[in-house]
């Protein structure tokens, strides 16, 4: 399974790389909104920075809505580096715009996606990847781990070769249930990768063999 950071804080991209676990990079526009980067340039700019830290996927998101302005700005952002993904959104415009970039090798994410049937779409389509949204679905009280589970199961059953990248996670017992349910990314915020160090009892357990290294060697 790989491990995308879900946030446009070049900082915390630094410190997840760090760590040397970190396949990718997802944002969106509320994400760049988040970290005070606005105008078409900055945007550009941004990305590039982030393809500089982290040699992996990184998900540039569209923000036209009509199947022309789709494709335009979907080319200029893949002609930014090798490793952009074009996010394009989950409607009609969207699914026959991942068809074209796919038909034309530029590669997709699928983002906004809450149900199986919007998934099978985009597989048809030919999307990179799909993103469906976790905790959006669990704040409705519906079960959004239940949709992954689905997903990876009618995609290993038709043989499509769409990746399930699971997004909006909320917290590290996400990234868990996603490793069960055979996502093939999750895209995490970095404190829910932090998350999956905690345990007490391997602090109580460093704390006692340090203890006794420092009783026996003074
Ligand atoms: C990433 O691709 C998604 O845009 C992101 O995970 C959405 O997360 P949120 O529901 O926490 O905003």
Known sequence: MKFFIDTANLEEIKEAAALGILDGVTTNPSLMAKVGVSGEENIRNHYKAICEIVDG???????????DGIIREGKELA??????????PMIKDG???????????????????????????????GA????????????????????IAQIVHIYN??????????ASIRNPMHI?????????VVTCPLSSIMGLFKHPLTDIGLAQFLADHKKANG
């Open 176 to 184: 868990v249930k996603c490793a069960e349910a055979g996502a093939d």
């Open 128 to 147: 990179t990847y799909l993103s469906p949204f976790i905790g959006r679905i669990d704040d409705i009280n519906w079960d959004g781990m239940d949709l």
């Open 79 to 88: 002609a930014l580096h090798p490793n952009i993904v074009v996010k394009v």
């Open 95 to 125: 699914v026959k715009a991942i068809r074209w970039f796919t038909d034309n090798g530029i590669r997709t994410n699928c983002t906004l996606v809450f149900s199986a049937g919007q998934a099978i779409l985009a597989a048809k389509a």
């Open 57 to 67: 996927d990184i998900s540039a998101e569209v923000i036209a809505t009509d199947y």
């Open 157 to 166: 059953v038709h043989g499509f070769d769409t990746q399930v990248l699971a």
